[in-house]
């Protein structure tokens, strides 16, 4: 430890100077394999993605590729499309979070908690899932269009899919979970006093909401809308299966003419504009609220709502807050008995019931085939993600501040850019020496963006972590492992197994660094899924998607137990 011995407590004071010194020396080198990886794997591949960006067909400097982007109105129009779709999910997920997040924070515990797994077993659930739950969903045969037209609110079906509202209800499905829980915690942290003041004034709905908790709240939802626009902008799978030609994006171009056009000039260059968007983003997030929040633990502190009558905007706020828990939960609710129908395409309700797909799925080698290539990768991944991300954390917390700042900003950058972006740039230095073929490609590819999780959960948790634990058994001269292994290795057990269980998600659920780097021999389980959806809606799809839901349910529910016992 670098800190004098009159700064610190009675325990590390008895340690020697030298010998602190040298001990957090060794430490920090832990950090230097996730470091080196992400230099390797993540940072290098994208610097040579980039620079083709600027070659010429001479092999000089040029920006003729950005001039095309200007200058050619289709690109022009994505790119349009891409910013202005991105920025009405960001307003559309904080609208509808603000009601959820005043309703999770004014109920009772047992209530708080059910809302609460309302929005983590979505945001747990893959993308994919979810967005064949809303095709099932929106479809012309759909549940929501035979209602509809049951009730007579409508003559024919109406076409959700395929257009603006598809992209839209489907993306703000998806990142809507990122605004509500920032805004969630900032609802806790707001002091219901305040509210109970302005009522005793005499202050309306209205008056509340625009003088006390909307200045008091919106950080989280700044914060959490900005997070959602960082990911909007890249966003492939939904736009792609749920969108138009008028809805098409920035990552489907970038596809497109790596894919079909072999150009990987103009890809790069798409691929610069995103990437300088997304760290503008994240710039102005660590300016406005500092990265240190983003691995902040909580400290499970918050103010009781529940203590002042709700006024009748409050109420009207709470039974919004009921609508969008359920817009949460429909389509995984739905799709569940669509799974058990006999037809060749998926119905609401059934007409028949059976497990023809399920059998299908179990049944089918290429289904089978993508179940084994999944788990071997995740399990893979997993265990590289939780060694060099806990390692990094254990690491980094030794260091000084102002050491730990850019190395903080490094680790989780990779984690805000768009995956496709990470994919395009491996595919570029695996492809030609054959790595896509046997899954090594997408093993790193994963490790990549799952490190980061396993990263920001250690490093919350040792913040958490009492250091007079740690000082007081070095000072009593036990050696460093066995102090980790008998002191801090039991308080950080509950956030090495939520890591790991980011990480194992992460990789199982991933479908674009799947569709660029393994091939149809090593291809997992939502490329297949993905390729059910694009190509010929397969109703195998919706039993695997069920099957993942149920996964991730026990998951989740194995997860929460486990902090809550630690809480206890």
Known sequence: MTTSTDALPLPAARLRPAAARRRGRVAALAALPLLLFLLLFFAGPIAGLLSNGFKGEDGGLTLAHYRHLLDTPIYRIVLGNTFTIAAA????????????????????????????????LPFWSSALVRTSAWIALLGKNG??????????????????????????????????????????????????????????????SAGIFSRVILPLTSPGAVAGGIIVFMNAVGYYITPSLMGGPAQRMAAELISHNITEELNWGLASALAGVLLVTVLLSLWLFNRLFGLNNLISASSGKGSNHTGYRRTPGGRVAALLGVACAIFLLLPIVVVIPMSF?????????????????????????????????????????????????????????????????????????PMSVPAIVTAVALYYLFAPIGWVANSMAVILGHTVLAA???????????????????????????????????????????????????????????????????????RTLPKLMFEGLANDFDPTVISASCLLVGATALILLANLLLRRKKED
């Open 452 to 522: 980061p999780y396993v990263y920001i959960t250690m490093r919350a948790a040792l913040r958490s972590l009492d250091p007079n634990l740690e000082l007081a058994a070095l000072g009593m001269g036990a050696s460093w492992p066995r102090m980790f292994r008998l002191v801090m290795l039991p308080a950080l057990i509950p956030s090495l197994v939520g890591g790991a269980v980011f990480a194992l998600v992460s990789s199982f659920d991933d479908v674009v660094m799947a569709l660029f780097l393994t091939t149809i021999r090593n």
């Open 341 to 413: 129908g006999t037809t060749d395409f998926p119905i609401f309700p059934p007409p028949s019931y059976g497990l023809r797909w399920y059998e299908n799925f179990f049944t089918d080698g290429k289904w089978l085939a993508a179940l084994a290539s999944s788990t071997k990768i995740a399990m893979v991944v997993t265990l590289l993600a939780t060694v060099l991300g806990t390692a990094a954390a254990l690491g980094v917390s030794r260091l000084a501040a102002r050491r730990q700042g850019w190395l903080d900003a490094f680790f989780i950058i």
């Open 89 to 120: 999910v960001t307003v559309s997920c904080v609208v509808l979070s603000y009601p959820l997040a005043y309703l999770m924070a004014t109920v009772s515990p047992t209530v708080a908690r059910v809302l609460f797994f309302a929005v983590l």
């Open 143 to 204: 549940p929501l269009n035979t209602l509809l037209t049951t009730v007579g609110i409508l003559d024919q079906p109406m076409a959700f899919l395929y257009n603006f509202t598809g992209v839209m209800v489907g993306m703000t499905h998806v990142l809507m979970p990122f605004v509500v829980l920032p805004l969630y915690a900032s609802f806790r942290s707001l002091d219901g006093s305040l509210v109970q003041a302005a009522q005793s004034l005499g202050a309306g």
